[in-house]
Every structure is written in C-alpha cells, then in structure tokens.
C-alpha cells in the first residue's frame, strides 16, 4: 500500500486484539510508527493508580510512563467507567442466574464464568475477589506508542478506530455484503465490489456533508435516497 499510493509517513491504529507483541515488532521493523490498545491489567512493574494524572478533556484524564522503551498513556474515562460498571453488574446477574439454574459450564472459563469459583469438584460460588478486583479497574485503560505525538493527538487517533468498527457494522448490516448467497466465484466477486461501491457512495455523501456542516447520519442518508425518483 505504501508503495502503491506513494504513502509517506505511515502510522499504525490498532486495537489491542489486533496486535501481539510480534506484530508490533513486525511494524517497528518496518520503519512504522504505532498507536496500539493495551491491557493494562497485564502491565508488569508498573502500578497504573500511583502518580498525577493530567485532565486532557472532559471526564477523561492521563498518565505518561516509560514501558519497555515506548511511550505508554495510562488514561481514565469517566464514560468508560459508568460502561465498565454495566457490563460487569450484567456478567454478575448472569452469573448468579448459572448458579441458580446449576447451569455451568465447567469448559469455559469467559463471559460470566469469569466471576464463578470453584469451591470443590462440581460446586462454584461467586468469586468476591475476582469482582472486586476488576472494579478496580473501572474506566482505565492503556495506549503504547513509539510516535512522537502529543497525549492529546495519540487520543484523537486512537478513537478513530470506531469509524473501522462502523465501516464493518455497515458492510454487514446495512449493505448486507454477509451473509452471501451466491455460490459461483464471478457472482461472489460481483457482490462485494457493489458493497464496496455502495460504501464509497455512502462515505463520500457523508465527507460532502461534513465539509457543509450538515449532519447526517448514514441511516438518514440511506433513506433519502430511497425517496430519490429517477427520470431516463
């Protein structure tokens, strides 16, 4: 891509699933620059809740430390708290309903099995440590980078990853590339790209939009269109 579309400096956003610590040394040795999620509650030697934080916006402050010779941004969002919080108030309900209903399995160890302990073979119990522990964590998480960008331009980026995650949302739902009913290669192909065309369509209305501080959203665009009459 780089050499194709003549791209200068190249800088990689990613969430952390997407990148192991190969993967970042395979971007490091291609002379790239990073702005990578990390779990923070994997951080060895360091304690994320000691030192100043620095407010950056509203709700949302930071920390900068060295870790492993990168930048590392510890940072607090309020919102990410009160979301936190839900999440794991509805994990524990579920949990609780597993007991209730003995309906546990012993295979699985995500979602709300997380929160279960197993006192002896076959018998689990809510595990208060476990639930305690990760309140601890409400509203923090980690950024490493090895750019030179302010706290604040690193944050700006980072959050760009939701336009990928809508992209996709949008692709599968909406332009309904998935699930695929066509079963010869021509026809599979010819599917995806009127996806992909669709998007670039829809995309390129919404920057138009934007650059006439016009908002609207890409199911208020799609319905517009629909309402659209044609005359040959």
């Known amino acids: 891509m780089k050499k194709e579309y003549q791209l200068g ?3 990689v956003v990613a969430d952390r699933g ?6 970042i040394e395979v971007v490091e040795n291609s002379n790239y620059e990073f702005i990578v999620g990390k779990s923070i509650k994997q951080l060895k030697k360091v304690n994320i809740f000691e030192g100043e934080f620095i407010e950056i916006a509203k709700g949302i402050k930071y920390r900068e430390v060295e870790y492993e010779n990168k930048r590392l941004l510890i940072i607090y969002s309020e919102e990410r708290a009160k979301k936190d919080r839900a999440d794991r108030l509805r994990l524990i309900e579920k949990a609780k309903k597993m007991l209730e209903e003995g309906n546990i399995d012993s295979k699985s160890k995500r979602g709300a099995k997380k929160y279960l302990k197993e006192q002896n073979k076959q018998n689990y119990i809510l595990d208060i440590e476990k639930i305690e522990n990760d309140e601890k964590y409400d509203g923090y998480y980690g950024i490493i980078t090895n750019t030179k960008l302010s706290p604040k331009e690193i944050l700006e980026q980072y959050h760009t990853l939701w336009k990928v995650e809508e992209t996709f949302r949008t692709l599968k739902n909406y ?14 192909k010819g599917h995806i790209v ?3 065309i669709s998007y670039i369509i829809q995309r390129t209305l919404e920057l138009e939009l934007e650059k006439n501080n016009i908002e609207y959203s890409h199911e208020k665009i799609r319905e517009a269109i629909k309402k659209w009459n044609t005359l040959k």
């Open 9 to 11: 400096k190249v800088i």
């Open 18 to 23: 997407m990148m192991s610590k190969k993967n």
């Open 175 to 188: 332009l309904e590339t998935r699930p695929v009913f066509h079963w010869t290669p021509k026809r599979i």
């Open 194 to 196: 009127m996806s992909f």
